[in-house]
């Protein structure tokens, strides 16, 4: 039973996917901004290439995006369902994503601000004689405080108050 549920073979495609995801995004980014010019795709997919490649080599920077990645999926999903919930309710011209976009974007930050955090405490990213003065430092003790379970959920329940008074009073 403990062979069905070993998944230490996924560790040599996660890095494909990753790298696959990484591709599409740069691509994507270069295609929409098209900071060279209108057909250039061939040489937007080699930057995408180059981008890609540069991003995957350095470990620390994968985790970083490997652990981004499902938290992004499950943000994407649950927009999803209140978009098609908000759409079955009667609500259509209120359930596209432009009207979304600020919430998103924060969601964006909040994901990437933590990855980031993680980033910054991996022990590959520090060097040996670093690693206990940063890791002792009074920032990473006020950190700890700040990303306390119950000090995010406090925050969490002002953000949801917040905003339901925002909501309840605006004419």
Request: a negative charge; zero cysteines; aromatic letters at 12%.
């Amino acid at each position: 039973m403990e062979a069905a549920l070993n998944i230490g073979l996924m560790e040599g495609v996660i890095v494909v996917f990753a790298m696959l995801l990484l591709f599409v995004l740069a691509f994507g980014f270069l295609n929409k901004t098209k900071p060279l010019g209108d057909g250039k795709e061939g040489l937007y997919s080699l930057i995408a290439i180059a981008i890609t490649l540069i991003l995957i080599v350095n470990r620390p920077i994968l985790n970083m995006i490997l652990f981004m990645t499902p938290w992004f999926a499950v943000v994407l999903f649950i927009a999803f369902f209140v978009l098609f919930l908000v759409a079955v309710l009667g609500g259509e011209e209120a359930a596209n994503f432009s009207n979304m976009k600020g919430a998103i974007v924060t969601i964006a930050l909040i994901i990437f601000l933590f990855a980031f955090i993680g980033y910054l405490n991996d022990p590959e990213v520090l060097e040996e004689d670093e690693e206990e003065s940063v890791r002792s430092s009074e920032f990473w003790e006020s950190l700890s405080v700040i990303l306390h379970p119950q000090v995010l959920g406090l925050i969490v329940m002002l953000l949801i108050a917040g905003f339901a008074v925002l909501l309840i009073t605006k004419k």
